[in-house]
């Protein structure tokens, strides 16, 4: 059986080397010159610079994969204890991490913990129609869905929780209330699970020495000659039961194709094959977002993992991670390294602003949370004009119209962060054959 996957991202990385691994004649197309798509590390000025994703849980998959490429070694794993920070009225609160630090905490008022009491009585909703803020506001209250869901949110996928589908952005918590009526009991129902064993994920959060792009680096290099960078796919074509592949320099025939490039590329090849498919792919939303690298002068006690920000008007920025605290080989002596950023659905108008403008914003921000003072000097700026796919109220009817097209055309595979999860861990999941 001969495959062609297009797209060498992480996700056409890892099926490449899944199908390999079960046998397939597989080839790997790459219209770029180099492969890993947005996980991009660079080294410049002394400091060790994450363009895309930062942060990365290590789950039971992903682990696994770091093991069968004999990474273990080239792993580093932060401190699952550094605190995460919320910056909310004028000050950093500490994340509660445990049900004791919820009822402390100076993120909620009083009237705000007490509501927390009644989750456990809250009737069952129909989440499959709600948005991630609606759900936790009906179950938690309106204070946590705000101060908050409404962050994180915006840490994880720069996107605002009144316009993410909760069934589809945090299925998990879907089934808990589905299956066991409520957060509270589905926690409980799954610590038990959790206990009886099975594949664990690592605790803390995981890059590696040189960065995360190793990862990418690794898949490349036991793929060897199956890739084939620097070859864009102009078009594809069902024929006599088989696939053709166009591209500048020559045609392909294969069996079976798996489309994993972003979705807008994946919309532009099956153009012609099925319309309703390259309608939902064009359509999913992608809003823009800025990272900044920035170096700070150490700061005594600047130890966590960083902060997410509530929105309010005296702020612009979405959250900052704290790059410097969280692995060693990341700044320079003396100098702290800061990884900020700015725009998503939350402020799409930041895009449009000048570097200096981005700079000012965000030492204004920095200086007011955490007191870094004016000494910010800016490392990288890297803009990407559609980063994050949103996983919105609309997303689960386009996926199933990219179910049906896969079935109305047998051998052809969508795979991307918009379908099954938008994290590293998610990614390899989904790329990973059983």
């Known amino acids: 059986m001969t495959t062609a996957v297009v797209g060498a991202g992480l996700s056409g990385l890892v099926r490449a080397r899944s199908l390999a691994r079960h046998g397939d004649d597989v080839v790997l197309l790459e219209e770029s ?13 002394g400091f060790l610079l994450e ?43 500490a994340l509660p991490a445990s049900p004791g630090a919820l009822f402390s905490t100076r993120l909620l008022s009083g009237r705000g913990k007490r509501r927390l009491f009644a989750e456990p009585f809250v009737p069952k909703g129909d989440p499959s129609r709600e948005s991630v803020r609606d759900f936790f506001t009906r179950r938690l209250g309106p204070e946590v869905a705000d101060r908050l869901v409404e962050p994180f949110v915006a840490g994880i996928w720069a996107g605002r929780s009144d316009r993410l589908s909760v069934a589809d952005a945090f299925p998990l918590l879907a089934r808990w209330e589905s299956e066991s009526g409520g957060l509270t009991r589905g926690a409980i129902a799954a610590l038990r699970n959790r206990r009886r064993g099975g594949p664990r994920a690592k605790r803390g959060l995981l890059s590696f020495r040189e960065g995360l792009e190793t990862l990418p680096r690794r898949l490349l290099a036991e793929l060897g000659d199956r890739v084939r960078l620097g070859t864009r796919v102009e078009s594809i074509r069902r024929e006599n039961d088989r696939w053709v592949l166009a591209t500048a320099a020559d045609e392909l025939t294969v069996d079976r194709v798996c489309l994993a490039t972003p979705a807008r590329d994946a919309a532009r090849l099956v153009g012609t094959l099925d319309a309703d498919a390259s309608a939902a792919l064009s359509t999913i939303p992608q809003p823009p977002l800025i990272v900044l690298h920035l170096s700070v002068p150490p700061k005594a006690g600047l130890r966590g993992f960083g902060h997410l920000v509530v929105p309010q008007p005296e702020r612009r920025i979405l959250g900052a991670i704290w790059s410097s605290s969280l692995f060693p080989g990341r700044a320079p002596a003396g100098k702290t390294l800061l990884t900020v950023f700015l725009a998503g659905s939350r402020d799409p108008a930041a895009f449009d602003l000048s570097d200096e403008e981005l700079l000012a914003a965000a030492s204004r921000d920095l200086a007011a949370a955490l007191g870094t003072g004016t000494d910010v000097e800016l490392v990288r700026v890297t803009r990407y004009v559609r980063a994050i796919p949103q996983y919105d109220l609309d997303h689960r009817g386009r996926m199933e119209t990219l179910l049906h097209a896969e079935g109305r055309l047998p051998g052809l595979t969508f795979l991307g962060n918009y379908r099954g999860g938008v994290s590293v861990g998610d990614v390899v999941r989904s790329a990973t054959l059983p």
Request: aromatic share 6%; charged share 30%; no cysteine.
């Open 51 to 93: 363009l895309g994703p930062n942060t990365v849980r290590p789950t039971a998959e992903l682990w696994s994969l770091v093991e069968d490429l004999g990474l273990e070694t080239e792993a580093l794993l932060a401190d699952p204890r550094l605190p995460r920070y919320v910056d909310f009225a004028g000050r950093l609160h």
């Open 33 to 45: 010159p180099r492969a890993g798509g947005v996980v991009r590390t660079e080294q410049r000025d």
